[in-house]
């Protein structure tokens, strides 16, 4: 091997220098520059698909604070909403009202029915009132717009009518549903009114006064 090294002259020892040179500058070229390329155009395209992620937080942050004024103003008018209701302790009292309306626009209440059902909302319960009415069409006319004046509270559903009689002012039979809206009973006893009154039955049967 000394033998052959020594044999090589200057021009052999300059090819061989070029040489590794070259190697040299293939290994750098690929180990190093390559990935380093690489890992360039990952990062620029992480952050190419990170701009309209960028662009849509801003715009959000933007509309920041309009969606808290309206979600501020939507709070508002939920507990307006809820402050407008009657206390669920004072079902009794709302029911002996309707009735009462019904004797004053002088129709009969032939059978109520009245059953629990869901709510929107959980600060709400909600009882649903199946009525049976009898009354010509004024009277229950009158009645009915009387329970229009409920409908902060209330809706009505289920309406049917049916004519008795061939008469010239004939009574009408009148079957509906009115659901009503009250606040819960442990939310109003926080408020200040804490009444406790037993759970009413879930079905009572009455009639109202004649025409």
């Not at 992620?53 to 939920?78: F, H, N, V, Y």
């Not at 009525?131 to 309406?159: D, H, I, V």
């Amino acid at each position: 091997m000394e033998k052959v090294l020594a044999r090589l002259g200057q021009r052999e020892w300059a090819l061989i220098a070029i040489a590794l040179t070259l190697v040299v500058a293939l290994l750098w070229y690929f180990l190093l520059i390559v990935p380093m390329r690489q890992e360039t155009e990952s990062v620029r395209q992480e952050i190419n698909a990170l701009i309209p992620e960028r662009d849509k937080g801003r715009q959000a942050q933007r509309a920041l604070p309009e969606l808290r004024a309206t979600i501020a103003e939507l709070q508002a008018e939920r507990q307006a909403f809820l402050r407008a209701l009657p206390k669920e302790e004072r079902l009794s009292q709302v029911l002996n009202e309707i009735l009462t309306e019904a004797l004053r626009s002088g129709v009969t209440v032939r059978s109520f029915t009245r059953s629990p059902t869901s709510a929107p909302v959980p600060e709400v319960r909600a009882v649903n009132l199946a009525l049976s009415l009898e009354a010509p069409f004024p009277e229950t006319y009158a009645y009915l717009k009387r329970l229009e004046g409920l409908s902060r509270f209330s809706s009505l559903s289920g309406l049917n009518l049916s004519v008795q009689g061939q008469d010239l002012n004939p009574l009408l039979s009148t079957s509906l549903t009115l659901t009503l809206y009250m606040l819960a009973k442990d939310l109003s006893q926080s408020e200040g009114n804490p009444q406790t009154q037993g759970t009413p039955p879930s079905q009572t049967t009455g009639q109202g006064g004649g025409r």
